[in-house]
């Protein structure tokens, strides 16, 4: 999985987000995320989690093998 298309699926799944998506390690496995969203809303931390997992459901452990997350409330800008 490449960096484009983890930060599609997860604005995919979560149209309002804004998302920047690194690859950490330069090997195609290892990525950084921060998604920003106004979905995000009034939830904890770890149902902003569940949200992205969610949105990259049956490529956790597959085709991504690692992913730092870092969530947010807001609008992105």
């Not at 904890?44 to 049956?58: I, T, W, Y």
């Amino acid at each position: 999985m490449d960096a484009a298309m983890l930060e599609a699926l997860i604005r995919a799944g979560i149209p309002d987000a804004s998302v920047a998506v690194e690859d950490i390690r330069g090997d195609g496995a290892h990525y950084a995320a921060t998604v920003i969203s106004p979905s995000f809303e009034g939830k904890s931390r770890l149902d902003q989690h569940r949200m992205v997992f969610k949105a990259l459901e049956g490529h956790v452990g597959e085709t991504l093998h690692a992913l730092q997350l870092t969530t947010r409330a807001g609008n992105g800008t």
